[in-house]
């Protein structure tokens, strides 16, 4: 975590219940947070790594986790907020930079329609899947990318 931190690929928001926004660094009532989100540059899309290997191409949407109890309070929805304008400066340094627009993605677990459908709202459509092991379980995710 603290690599990721550092990394400035990453972009790293924090959701608390007494912040208005999230990315909001202080704490002032001692919460803890209830959710956070990451976004990376330059991550290859899983199942695209065989087509383009150029990370430069890439823009990931890593993490996006609420606690249970805040599901429906506005949390994941701040946090998406957060990470769609990073998304919106990255793609424009990206085409500033001559290198056109990179390819926005995310992978969700296939059995998680609520969070299919939250992405959906934020204009991601499914694209792909991949499989995965977890131990000794066969996962799988499908891969969304952010249509224009």
Same mark, same amino acid.
């Given at each position: 975590?603290?690599?990721? @931190?550092?990394?400035?690929? #990453?972009?790293?928001?924090?959701?608390?219940?007494?912040?208005? &926004?999230?990315?909001?660094?202080?704490?002032? +009532?001692?919460?803890?947070? =209830?959710?956070?989100? *990451?976004?990376?540059?330059?991550? =290859?899309? *899983?199942?695209?790594?065989?087509?383009?290997? /150029?990370?430069?191409?890439?823009?990931? =949407?890593?993490?996006? %986790?609420?606690? +249970? !109890? #805040?599901?429906?309070?506005? !949390?994941?929805?701040?946090? $998406?907020?957060? @990470? $769609?304008?990073?998304?919106?400066?990255?793609?424009? !340094?990206?085409? &500033?930079?001559? $290198?056109? *627009?990179? *390819? =926005?993605?995310?992978?969700?677990?296939?059995?998680?329609?609520?969070? &299919?459908?939250? %992405?959906?709202? %934020?204009?991601?459509?499914?694209?792909?899947?991949?499989?995965? $092991?977890?131990?000794?379980?066969? /996962?799988?995710?499908?891969?969304?990318?952010?249509?224009?």
């Amino acid at each position: 975590m603290r690599r990721e @931190l550092a990394d400035p690929d #990453f972009s790293t928001f924090l959701a608390f219940p007494s912040s208005s &926004q999230p990315g909001d660094d202080r704490d002032e +009532q001692g919460d803890s947070p =209830v959710g956070f989100a *990451t976004l990376r540059r330059n991550s =290859v899309k *899983t199942d695209h790594a065989h087509r383009n290997p /150029d990370p430069a191409a890439y823009v990931e =949407v890593k993490r996006l %986790y609420v606690d +249970q !109890a #805040f599901h429906g309070s506005g !949390a994941g929805r701040a946090l $998406m907020d957060c @990470l $769609m304008r990073e998304v919106k400066e990255a793609c424009a !340094a990206a085409k &500033q930079a001559g $290198m056109g *627009t990179p *390819t =926005v993605w995310l992978g969700v677990w296939e059995g998680n329609a609520r969070a &299919q459908r939250f %992405y959906e709202k %934020y204009g991601f459509r499914e694209d792909g899947e991949h499989v995965f $092991m977890v131990g000794e379980v066969r /996962d799988r995710d499908l891969l969304f990318v952010l249509r224009e």
